[in-house]
């Protein structure tokens, strides 16, 4: 019986998300009590993990995240990476509520909003409560940032009728109150994949860190006592002796990150060749054919956001044990002539030197379409996952939240206290670590570098970039300015048909 409840939620679940109204039994000849008795929570909780993994797709959240902004950018490279313009429109900041990227995200981060209520249903212990509350909060988060609105049911509310839209402050308050409620059900020292009362700070540090910018993202206002909020947190967070700097930067990233980080807060469990999301993109998308492993020839970087980095900063990437000397493949940033494990020159499949290019454009043609850009590998190749099959599962697990960005939030609200004293000695002391040379005083700009080049492709930046008033700012490959429109995304008109309490984002149709 336990598997057919199981499907039975699934199958609901499934119905849900396409809004076909429902009747409040599970099954005709089950009952509602009977179904929260036999109910295996344990499952539901996994499941709900398990919708985590939208935010390691290329095609979801993550590329709204980065591909929008100044350290991402998808070239179209003759018939590749067309995909009717989709991509494109992302950079140049000309999307609709039609955009298959913006549709996707929407309803995938709905749909653990949902599962994680839906859950709630079923007599959760207090600690699988917690869990499933911290998990539809960090979601709810991430919509409210590139919506302005969630979708929102408490759990056993009739699902006849449409759910109730929370908004701006509101919908903030509830993310903030949830937060708090539940952080005393949270445990300590468990693994990062496991939600725990760090996770719970770190996210309360980005509530307050935005609050004013989700007020007003045209002109974001940073109230002091939002701010003393961050440090405390941060403060929380530091002495509690569960983190510390790697030594090796990429440690973060590598198949093994579970092990080696002493940075990782929150992440998404990946097995390799078990389970998983798709972290592999990180290597694949950005790499080329020939390299080993091989790529798909598609995002880069920006040479002007390359630029920020100085030499000896060890985040902008070199050899990496094991990897490097193994197979030639560099982590970091990739430019110039690429080469194999033995120093011979690798070639593009014309035949020409594989050497990547600082220049790229957001339509590309001609004979060097393979190798405009300036490619980027945070994540590392996991080679012990098998990359010709399709059941390709990298075994490193996705970083949501990080240690780093706890030192650099407190930092950032330090600054915007007028502590800037305070504020330089933190972003130095990270400096250090990453072999960056020391910064003679600290402002604003200097500090939106700096979550740049510790956070690049970690998801974070058009969110940045928006608290820092630069998001619309021209780029590279988008020379003019982009209107106030876009810092919200549309809501798809799938959704807008089926629920009366949504609106329309200003600026776009329906």
Not at 15 to 37: H, I, N, S, V
Not at 50 to 69: A, E
Not at 365 to 383: C, M
Request: proline share 5%.
């Amino acid at each position: 019986m336990k598997y057919k409840i199981i499907f039975s939620i699934a199958f609901f679940s499934f119905l849900m998300l396409r809004c076909t109204k429902l009747d409040e039994t599970l099954r005709g000849d089950l009952t509602f009590p009977q179904a929260q008795e036999i109910t295996d929570v344990g499952a539901l909780l996994k499941s709900s993990y398990n919708g985590l993994r939208t935010f390691q797709s290329n095609d979801d959240i993550w590329s709204l995240q980065t591909l929008t902004t100044d350290e991402g950018i998808p070239p179209t490279r003759a018939g590749d990476w067309d995909d009717n313009g989709a991509w494109r429109a992302l950079y140049s900041h000309i999307w609709t509520g039609e955009n298959v990227h913006v549709q996707s995200s929407f309803n995938n981060l709905l749909g653990v909003v949902f599962s994680t209520t839906n859950l709630l249903n079923f007599n959760p212990t207090p600690q699988q409560a917690a869990e499933a509350r911290f998990i539809r909060a960090f979601v709810m988060f991430t919509v409210l940032d590139n919506w302005n609105q969630v979708p929102f049911r408490q759990p056993g509310e009739n699902l006849l009728n449409p759910p109730q839209v929370l908004k701006g402050t509101e919908a903030l308050d509830f993310i903030i109150a949830e937060l708090n409620e539940i952080l005393n059900d949270l445990p300590d020292n468990v693994p990062a994949y496991t939600a725990n009362k760090n996770a719970a700070r770190t996210l309360l540090m980005k509530c307050f860190l935005n609050k004013g910018t989700f007020a007003n993202r045209e002109s974001p206002s940073f109230d002091a006592a939002d701010m003393g909020q961050v440090i405390t947190l941060a403060d929380q967070i530091i002495s509690s002796g569960e983190y510390d700097l790697s030594d090796n930067f990429f440690d973060n990233f590598a198949p093994n990150n579970n092990v080696i980080s002493k940075e990782l807060i929150f992440t998404e469990l990946n097995v390799a060749d078990v389970e998983g999301g798709n972290v592999r993109f990180q290597v694949h998308a950005p790499g080329h054919y020939n390299e080993n492993p091989g790529g798909w020839n598609g995002f880069t970087t920006l040479s002007d956001f390359y630029d920020k980095f100085e030499a000896s900063d060890t985040r902008r990437g070199g050899s990496y044990p094991g990897i490097t000397d193994k197979t030639g493949w560099p982590v970091g940033f990739r430019i110039g002539q690429q080469y194999d494990q033995n120093g011979v020159p690798r070639k593009d499949r014309l035949g020409n030197p594989l050497a990547f290019t600082r220049e790229v454009k957001l339509i590309e043609s001609g004979a060097n379409l393979e190798v405009t850009g300036i490619r980027v590998g945070k994540y590392l190749p996991d080679y012990k996952s098998d990359y010709s099959s399709d059941r390709d599962q990298a075994g490193n697990d996705y970083v949501l939240l990080r240690y780093a960005d706890v030192l650099l939030m407190k930092a950032e609200a330090l600054l915007r206290t007028a502590k800037d004293a305070d504020a330089l000695t933190v972003v130095n002391d990270l400096r250090a670590k990453r072999g960056a040379s020391a910064l003679e005083s600290l402002d604003l700009d200097k500090m939106l570098d700096e979550r740049g080049r510790e956070m690049y492709w970690e998801g974070w930046r058009r969110e940045d970039l928006i608290r820092f008033g630069k998001y619309l700012d021209p780029v590279q490959e988008r020379p003019s300015a982009s209107d106030p429109t876009y810092l919200l995304f549309p809501i798809p008109g799938s959704a807008l048909a089926v629920n009366p309490n949504l609106e329309q984002n200003p600026g776009y149709s329906n």
